[in-house]
Nanobody, 123 residues
């Protein structure tokens, strides 16, 4: 079965960096676009970034463009999110997901989700 496992979250000071990883299994990884979302306490799940199966095309939410970088290694069945210049408002649970629909910013277009990893940015 499809399994997505995030790792790399933690506590970091404002201005710092973290790299999240999402290890995928149970499907042909390179066939699917993958996305990263986050959900802060009391807020809706927010799209952050998407990467096509080949890794050649990426898209970002305005809130993270220029600070976050999504990448993937199809040989390792892993997608990454490099997060730089972190701000306290980036504090949230971060999720990776497999996209099966055309609308990359819409959570319902993703059919499988990881359990999430907590990122906390202190001021």
């Amino acid at each position: 079965q499809v399994q997505l496992v995030e790792s790399g979250g933690g506590l970091v000071q404002a201005g710092g960096s973290l790299r999240l990883s999402c290890a995928a299994s149970g499907f042909t990884f390179s066939w699917y676009s993958m996305g990263w979302f986050r959900q802060a306490a009391g807020k809706e799940r927010e799209f952050l970034a998407d990467i096509r199966g080949s890794g050649g095309t990426t898209d970002y939410a305005d809130s993270v463009k220029g600070r976050f970088i999504i990448s993937r290694d199809n040989a390792k069945n892993t997608v990454y999110l490099q997060m730089n210049s972190l701000k306290p408002e980036d504090t949230a649970v971060y999720y990776c997901a497999r996209r099966t629909g055309p609308l990359r910013w819409v959570p319902s277009e993703y059919d499988s989700w990881g359990q999430g990893t907590q990122v906390t940015v202190s001021s």
